[in-house]
């Protein structure tokens, strides 16, 4: 006899879901520090690991986590589907990783354009510091700004006072 009926099963999935998804956030956190192209493929397999399911019972159409199939059927050695279950996994982990793979060589020229864009307007506003009367268009604006270049400045004072 079932004693699992739709709703039950339903609920099952969504409490899977929610702690599944709890969990990659965490693998998320865990993996943070490390150098994108190694986070990112991890955070993919992760995905695939916790939420692929797998068929149990394909008379009622039940599915299950296949991570927690495969690791219940090998642990207590019951049931057959623990092959079914690698296989699911192995399936769902090529077709993420080709996914992963193109989204990848779709990002890559658009980042290194950007790069390029990036490191031509830093050598631009190089340039702009080291020519500075460019940017201003009616000169340098320094305390002499009204002598003549010319003419020598007093190392004394500047001011000259008149004699009583």
């Known amino acids: 006899m079932d004693t699992m009926t739709e709703n039950d099963y339903l609920i099952a999935w969504g409490l899977y879901a929610f702690a599944a998804l709890g969990c990659l956030l965490v693998w998320c956190r865990m993996t943070r520090f490390m150098?994108?192209?190694?986070?990112?493929?991890?955070?993919v397999l992760m995905a695939v690991l916790l939420f692929s399911p797998t068929i149990i019972d394909p008379v009622k159409e039940k599915f299950a986590p296949a991570v927690a199939i495969a690791a219940l059927d090998l642990a207590f050695k019951v049931g057959?589907?623990?092959?079914?279950?690698?296989?699911?996994l192995l399936m769902y982990a090529i077709i993420a990783l080709c996914v992963y793979a193109i989204f990848v060589l779709i990002r890559w020229p658009i980042e290194r354009?950007?790069?390029?864009?990036?490191?031509?307007?830093?050598a631009a506003a190089k340039a702009r510091q080291a020519d500075p009367e460019d940017d201003q268009p009616f000169g340098p604006a320094g305390d002499d700004r009204h002598v003549p270049k010319s003419a020598p400045r007093a190392s004394g004072p500047s001011r000259v006072e008149p004699r009583l």
Do not use: H
Not at 35 to 43: D, I
Not at 80 to 88: G, L, T
Not at 115 to 121: E, L, M, S, V
């Open 35 to 43: 150098w994108r192209w190694l986070r990112e493929p991890l955070r």
């Open 80 to 88: 057959d589907n623990a092959w079914r279950a690698v296989s699911d």
């Open 113 to 122: 354009s950007g790069k390029a864009r990036k490191a031509q307007a830093a």
